[in-house]
């Protein structure tokens, strides 16, 4: 069986632009199976996974939150961080709308709308980090420093253990 083919996203087509190096790595989605399924499936520590999450404000303002695989968004360390009232997650149609991309496939690069973008600071302290290419089933091994050179991150400290 031969590889899969390289897809060509927004956020493949940005990485390329702007001449980063990455790896593309994939595997078998699964509805609702978030970073512990890619982990698995790629044979890698969940917390080098990083998600790619579409948040908003009360006004409706959105933003990205990369956060570890292994970890979740205190929505209010985060929205005192950015001074806001309160911070939440959009709808999965109100995310699509904003990036261009299904979810399940969310990818920082490439997106439809520019948006604020905030890294967990802990991520930048990892040699190598696998964020999502674009598509489902699709991640890319990049150098986490890449998410704040190309997408201007803000580091911020708003990750909690997650809720089992």
């Not at 590889?3 to 980063?20: D, E, I, N, Q």
């Not at 520019?114 to 890319?140: D, H």
Request: glycine content about 10%; overall charge positive; aromatic content about 6%.
């Amino acid at each position: 069986m031969s590889a899969p083919r390289m897809p060509s996203t927004p956020a493949v087509l940005a990485l390329r632009a702007a001449g980063v190096a990455f790896t593309p790595h994939f595997y078998d989605y699964e509805e609702r199976g978030g970073t512990a399924v890619s982990a698995r499936e790629l044979g890698v520590d969940e917390h080098a996974v990083i998600k790619t999450l579409v948040m908003q404000d009360e006004n409706a303002k959105p933003c990205i939150v990369l956060m570890h695989g292994d970890r979740e968004v205190s929505t209010k360390a985060l929205a005192r961080i950015l001074g806001v009232k309160r911070i939440e997650p959009c709808k999965p149609e109100v995310a699509e709308r904003h990036t261009g991309y299904r979810v399940g496939g969310t990818s920082p690069f490439g997106t439809r709308r520019k948006m604020p973008v905030y890294v967990e600071s802990t991520v930048l302290e990892l040699p190598g980090i696998y964020i999502n290419g674009g598509s489902r089933g699709f991640l890319v091994g990049i150098a986490p420093r890449v998410v704040v050179d190309l997408l201007q991150a803000e580091p911020v400290a708003a990750a909690v253990p997650v809720q089992v």
